[in-house]
């Protein structure tokens, strides 16, 4: 990722693990460029705006992923494609903060700081 210098936030890892704040980043950014309705479904977006958030999406995820979706023009499409890729894992890690969640205990831990930190893991 030679270009990691220009982008917003962090690339979607290949392996979806920061899938759920790059959905959030992605959507934001998005927003505040106007250009959010390009990742809707039934948009009446012009070229020109899906090639600019097609070029943002691309610029925002890992190269191998890149690579594997370079075919794909439309940012609506690649958009649904990483969403059934690595939408799986929001079960994923609402079991894990349960679980988590259900094994917190203030006493573990030595500091009041450590526990609100962990505390605050699970919550987000």
Not at 72 to 84: A, K, R, S
Request: hydrophobic share 40%; glycine share 0%; aromatic share 10%.
């Amino acid at each position: 990722m030679a270009n990691i210098k220009n982008q917003k936030f962090i690339a979607l890892d290949i392996s979806g693990k920061n899938y759920l704040s790059w959905v959030l980043d992605v959507k934001l950014h998005l927003s505040a460029k106007k250009l959010r309705h390009t990742i809707d479904k039934d948009n009446a977006a012009s070229n020109e705006e899906r090639a600019t958030a097609l070029i943002f999406l691309r610029h925002h995820i890992d190269d191998d992923l890149k690579y594997e979706y370079l075919t794909v023009e439309n940012p609506l499409e690649l958009w649904q494609n990483l969403n059934d890729r690595f939408e799986h894992l929001k079960t994923v890690v609402l079991l894990k903060a349960l679980n988590d969640w259900s094994q917190l205990r203030f006493q573990d831990f030595k500091t009041v700081s450590e526990y609100n930190s962990t505390l605050f893991k699970i919550v987000s």
